[in-house]
Nanobody, 120 residues
Framework: QVQLVESGGGLVQAGGSLRLSCAAS????????MGWYRQAPGKQRELVAT???????NYADSVKGRFTISRDNAKNSVYLQMNSLKPEDTAVYYC??????????????WGQGTQVTVSS
């Protein structure tokens, strides 16, 4: 069983920056993909960015050039540096991990979410 613990959300003015962190713990063989998703009130959860264990990244068009995802495989952690924040970035941000269990099966887990609020 794998758990994800997120931190780093908060309130920031438009144009400001925040850094989100997410650490995985528990029993698993390996983690293949880690990523961040967000859900704004009244909207569906959407992808923000993902990163593979080899470092390949993928970003939503809305955050390209502003957000940077990174990963520390030794710490089983993923980070999201968010710059030039806009009010429309306001959402609950969720960490996600796709991992291989000890029984060599692929599974996925979500964090509890962290609120990011950008004021205009």
């Amino acid at each position: 069983q794998v758990q994800l613990v997120e931190s780093g959300g908060g309130l920031v003015q438009a144009g400001g920056s925040l850094r989100l962190s997410c650490a995985a713990s528990g029993s698993f063989s390996s983690i293949s993909v880690m990523g961040w998703y967000r859900q704004a009130p009244g909207k569906q959860r959407e992808l923000v960015a993902t990163i593979t264990n080899g470092g390949r990244t993928n970003y939503a068009d809305s955050v390209k050039g502003r957000f940077t995802i990174s990963r520390d495989n030794a710490k089983n952690s993923v980070y999201l540096q968010m710059n030039s924040l806009k009010p429309e970035d306001t959402a609950v941000y969720y960490c996600n991990a796709v991992y291989v269990t000890l029984l060599i099966r692929t599974s996925t887990v979500w964090g509890q979410g962290t609120q990011v609020t950008v004021s205009s």
